[in-house]
């Protein structure tokens, strides 16, 4: 046994640049796994900068000076902030509180029409089913109250914090765009010299990263706002908080489409009932869902990432759970960084026996 492992040490570790690749890979994410929490708003800075460093760099090329590129680049983002602050949030804060006023209405409606449902389908469902039916959707309506209000009552806290992200995020993302060769060199000054390796997993996850990030930015921005259109083209209640969740929900691949579609199909059935609306509706949302699919995602992710599906959903799984929200949008990236690692890793290959 003792000579399997040092075989299998001598394999993969025997290199000193793996060594360090691995030592700081550790690092890296036992950092991020204790000191998330404290380090949100920086992370937050960081992935904006990240976002728009694209931006930056085709200001750059059209002979702008940094600074100038940097100003006009934070300058766009501001507006941006500003626009979602002043505009899209009052607007997604109406239809939330409106539609927590109407679910009592709703739920009591839909425990109406289940009451029905034994006098027209006896041999489907019984009176029993029925009731425990209703005393289920109770209470989990009840839960879903008592959260609300313990979420109002410590929503304090909760706005003292988004004062903080709104006043330091910006100002780092202003010097992540101002200082990056500065703060960029400064870490490399702790690297050793010799790390081929760490530039080769370097440069190939800083080109698949950009291009996922910022082509997942885009889509749920054209997925949201599309949605919006044709939702509100309709007349459907509550468009702008479901075009809100049908753009976050390209975050999830596979398992975000499939989730949204409950709420967008409940809202209309309420609305609607099983009338032509509601079948313009699904057919409406069906299009988008396939549009952005198969047209938006090849033209977006060009340079798709070579990872299976059931590779996909561990990684939205696992990292998922251990950084929630963030760990959904970043679970593809940090999947590609494990594969590119596993493909980059040195391997000495062991001698044949009698050799």
Known sequence: ???????????????????????????????????????????????????????????????????????????????????????????????????????????????????????????????????????????????????????????LPLLVSIMIYLVLVPILVFFFLKDREVIGAWFRGYLPRERALITQVAQEMNQQIANYIRGKFIEIIICGVVTYIAFAALGLNYAALLALLVGLSVVVPYIGAVVVTVPVALIGLFQWGFGDQFLYLMVVYGVIQALDGNVLVPLLFSEAVNLHPVAIICAVLLFGGLWGFWGVFFAIPLATLFKAVLNAWPRRELALQGE
């Open 1 to 155: 046994m003792i000579k399997v492992l040092r075989d299998w040490m001598h394999r993969y570790f025997s290199d000193e640049q793996a060594v360090v690749l691995a030592v700081l890979l550790v690092l890296g994410f036992a950092a991020v796994l204790t000191l998330g929490g404290m380090l949100a708003p920086v992370l937050a800075g960081l992935v904006l900068a990240f976002l728009m460093q694209g931006l930056v760099n085709a200001l750059e090329r059209l002979h702008l000076p940094q600074i100038v590129a940097v100003s006009l680049v934070f300058l766009l983002f501001m507006s941006a902030l500003g626009l979602f602050l002043l505009v899209l949030m009052p607007l997604l804060w109406r239809q939330l509180s409106t539609l927590f006023n109407e679910l009592p209405r709703m739920l009591g409606e839909w425990q109406a029409l289940f009451l029905l449902l034994p006098e027209r389908y006896p041999n489907l469902i019984s009176d029993a089913q029925v009731l425990q039916l209703t005393e289920a959707i109770s209470g989990e309506a009840g839960k879903f109250g008592q959260w609300a209000l313990s979420f109002s009552l410590s929503s």
